[in-house]
């Protein structure tokens, strides 16, 4: 089946520091890649949609300058969170969905804990 | 924009009774709906998922009924096992524009 891999799977930082998270489609090709936030007991927050070769879709009150997406190929996605502050603390889970109208799966990534301290 | 509520937000059953969530959403033009079972700290793990053009579908233990006159979807599991604890969100994607937008979760309590 379709596998996501996602890194790192957990990481500290500074406050004002960025972190990049990187996305990977390991055996099929990802047209679209999907970002999400989860924070603790709570649902999954689309961040932004990515699609290869263009620019990101973010969703409402989402700031793209922050949290900058790069789909620079076919499998692979990369969330960049710069000049972290201890809000932006949360669970970051990339999807990424075959090419193709009548493809319906979604592939998760396992996640990364961003810790900003 | 598509929006998906979801109840109960948490759901007790004794150890082999049935569990049902409920999920609703508002765009009429989605039509694939997916259930996700969530462990804490883990990746979102698909369980089940069901097309506008099925009213049912069933996977052993594990059922989910779409109506979309009343545009509600919901997940049936029965006899229950400890090991089905856990958060479940229920997701629809709204047509052409291809995201999932996701209920708000139900965590499962299994007691023995």
């Known amino acids: 089946g379709a596998v996501v891999s996602q890194h790192p799977s957990w990481v500290i930082c500074k406050s004002g520091t960025s972190v990049k998270i990187e996305c990977r489609s390991l055996d099929f090709q990802a047209t679209t890649m999907f970002w999400y936030r989860q924070f603790p007991k709570q649902s999954l927050m689309l961040m932004a949609t990515?699609?290869?070769?263009?620019?990101?879709?973010?969703e409402q009150g989402v700031e793209k300058d922050k949290f900058l997406i790069n789909h620079a190929s076919l499998t692979l996605s990369t969330l960049t969170v710069t000049s972290a502050h201890p809000e932006d603390s949360s669970f970051y889970i990339c999807s990424a969905r075959p090419g193709g109208a009548q493809n319906y799966g979604y592939t998760f990534g396992s996640g990364t804990r961003l810790t900003v301290v | 924009g598509e929006n998906v509520e979801q109840h109960p937000s948490t759901l007790s059953v004794q150890e082999g009774d049935s569990a049902v969530i409920k999920c609703t959403y508002s765009d009429s033009a989605s039509n694939y709906f997916p259930w996700y079972k969530q462990e804490l700290g883990k990746r979102p793990q698909l369980i089940i998922d069901i097309r506008s053009n099925v009213g049912e579908k069933k996977d052993q233990r594990i059922a989910v009924t779409l109506n979309k006159t009343a545009k509600h979807f919901s997940l049936h599991i029965t006899e229950t096992q400890p090991e089905d604890s856990a958060v479940y969100f229920c997701?629809?994607?709204?047509?052409?524009?291809?995201?999932?937008?996701f209920g708000t979760g139900t965590r499962l309590q299994v007691t023995l």
């Open positions: 990515s699609n290869e070769g263009s620019k990101a879709t973010y």
């Open positions: 997701a629809a994607r709204a047509g052409a524009a291809s995201k999932l937008t």
